[in-house]
């Protein structure tokens, strides 16, 4: 069964500092990998996404995520984080043929000043 | 740029009333699908919609529920008699193209449902 997992529920970090936001995938064949955000009250946003080529993935808000097949991981990264990236973090696969997106628990990421 | 729009923002309504759910995907968008997330939770896939019939349905979605493109614009989620474990946020959202280079979903800001 394809599925993904993120196994923190919260990440705490300093702004300035860099982040990472954890990601480990099960997945048959290919993966295909997202990362969605969502601000407060708001809907997902879309990030980035590995679908095949260079293992790591740049994408909006300066974000970026390195695919790594022998971890089975695909890690949301940034160099520095701003208080105004605090928002929650969800792993996304599509099933089979696209016609499905299963999520990850979500990882609620705090920036403080 | 293009978004998903969705109405209502919020609704409350009383167990065992009809709600409709009501979304505009983005114009040239071929596939379309309702997500729900219970307060802070995972999202949760519901179904996704095709070339006007359901493509795919998970086992939350029962018969209390139904999806319809009713014109070349709108696409309704339907809940017949609403439970009080069926108050989440609903999102819609839209793709262009199954895989290949654009798989990404467009997500509304969705529909927060309570119910009484």
């Known amino acids: 069964a394809q599925s993904v997992a993120q196994p923190e529920d919260q990440v705490n970090v300093a702004e300035g500092n860099p982040l990472t936001v954890k990601c480990t995938y099960s997945?048959?064949?290919?993966?295909?990998l997202f990362w969605y955000v969502q601000y407060p009250n708001r809907g997902l946003q879309f990030l980035l996404k590995?679908?095949?080529?260079?293992?790591l993935v740049k994408g909006s808000y300066g974000f970026e995520a390195e695919f790594n097949k022998s971890q089975t991981s695909f890690h949301l990264k940034k160099p520095s984080a701003l208080v105004s990236d605090s928002a929650l973090y969800f792993c996304a696969a599509p099933i089979y043929n696209f016609n499905k997106f299963y999520f990850g628990s979500g990882t609620k990421l705090n920036v403080k000043p | 740029e293009p978004e998903v729009t969705q109405t209502p923002s919020h609704q409350v309504t009383q167990m065992g009333q009809e709600v409709i759910l009501r979304c505009v995907p983005i114009s040239n968008h071929l596939y379309f699908y309702w997500y729900r997330q219970i307060l802070g939770q995972k999202v949760e896939f519901l179904v996704s919609?095709?070339?006007?019939?359901?493509?795919?349905k998970s086992e939350i979605f029962d018969d209390q529920f139904s999806v319809e493109r009713p014109d070349g614009s709108n696409f309704t989620l339907k809940i017949r008699s609403t439970k009080l474990e069926d108050s989440a946020m609903y999102f819609c959202a839209s793709q262009k193209l199954l895989g290949g280079s654009t798989g990404e979903l467009f997500f509304g800001e969705g529909s927060r449902l309570t119910v009484l």
């Open positions: 590995y679908i095949t080529g260079d293992n």
């Open positions: 997945v048959s064949g290919n993966p295909y």
């Open positions: 919609f095709y070339n006007n019939e359901i493509s795919e």
